[in-house]
């Protein structure tokens, strides 16, 4: 996390939680399978465009990775509106949002690389998100930080988790993106976005 997220220098605001819940009828699901021909979502809501998947050590979008080597999370968002706009975050490090969290295919929960000590409220306008912007996420499952390390809104920490075993696992989270206007226009809000990936370690 830190690696990306200080090096980009983006910053972000924390939102009202959402995500956990059950599914609702106007959840919108993309799923990949290590079947799946392409390994990356790929999608593209009223303008705004996102990319979802994981990378091998060689950083290459991928659905089945070798036991005992690393992966990474990575999420972009990409404004191809004629508007300029102010992005939200908050899914990014939400304790209430499944975002690079891991789980088995028995549903138990592995955790994810890294854990919010303490967060900031800096205000939207921090967030410009101009035609053409990219917003990147990326983090390491193993990240082998030592110490706590301060980031726009916060300070984080590593979990340190180990590389995965054999076997058959899936990420994904569930939100409803928050894009705000100027002051006389309304936000523009996505549905609940369900972003879902199946992978394999072999």
Request: glycine share 6%.
């Amino acid at each position: 996390m830190k690696k990306i997220f200080v090096r980009t220098s983006i910053a972000f605001l924390l939102l009202p939680l959402m995500g956990t819940g059950c599914e609702k009828e106007d959840d919108v699901l993309w799923e990949l399978s290590p079947e799946s021909k392409n390994p990356v979502i790929h999608k593209e809501v009223d303008g705004i465009e996102f990319k979802f998947c994981l990378l091998n050590e060689q950083g290459e979008p991928a659905t089945t990775l070798n036991e005992g080597d690393n992966f990474s999370f990575f999420f972009s968002v990409t404004n191809n509106r004629k508007e300029k706009l102010i992005f939200d975050p908050g899914f990014a490090y939400s304790k209430e949002v499944d975002f690079c969290r891991v789980y088995n295919i028995e549903t138990q929960n592995m955790g994810r690389p890294y854990q919010l000590i303490t967060a900031l409220d800096i205000g939207s306008g921090a967030y410009p998100f101009n035609t053409g912007k990219i917003y990147v996420f990326k983090e390491p499952w193993i990240d082998q930080q030592n110490s706590v390390w301060y980031w726009e809104n916060g300070t984080y920490e590593s979990t340190h988790r180990e590389p995965l075993t054999k076997g058959n696992y899936y990420t994904g989270f569930k939100y409803r993106f928050r894009f705000a206007r100027n002051h006389e226009e309304s936000a523009l809000y996505t549905d609940t976005l369900n972003f879902k990936i199946n992978f394999k370690i072999q």
